[in-house]
């Protein structure tokens, strides 16, 4: 059984910076991909960031020049840091893999969502 476990999490005023951690635990082979997600309320779920093993990411266009995704492949953990955080970023973001456990091929995971609110 493979968890996600997400933190960092929390309230920050517009143009503050957040760094928000997930860390992968369990019957691991091997990650392909980890990434991070939001979902704002009446809104559909969006891809924030991505990360393959060789470290090639992509970020969503709203986001880009303000976030960073990178990861820690001995840790099996990915970090996205947001800097110049905006209102609409608020959201509960969730971390998902395309994790390896056993046969070829990766199985998707999801952590269970951090929230993140920026008001002043």
């Known amino acids: 059984q493979v968890q996600l476990v997400e933190s960092g999490g929390g309230l920050v005023q517009p143009g503050g910076s957040l760094r928000l951690s997930c860390a992968a635990s369990g019957i691991i082979l091997s990650i392909y991909t980890m990434g991070w997600y939001r979902q704002a309320p009446g809104k559909q779920r969006e891809l924030v960031a991505i990360?393959?093993?060789?470290?090639?990411?992509n970020y969503a266009d709203s986001v880009k020049g303000r976030f960073t995704i990178s990861g820690d492949n001995k840790k099996n953990t990915v970090y996205l840091q947001m800097k110049n955080l905006k209102p609409e970023d608020t959201a509960v973001y969730y971390c998902?893999?395309?994790?390896?456990?056993?046969?070829?091929?990766?199985?998707?995971?999801w952590g269970q969502g951090t929230q993140v609110t920026v008001a002043s």
């Open positions: 998902n893999a395309d994790i390896r456990v056993g046969a070829p091929g990766g199985d998707n995971y």
């Open positions: 990360i393959t093993s060789d470290g090639t990411a």
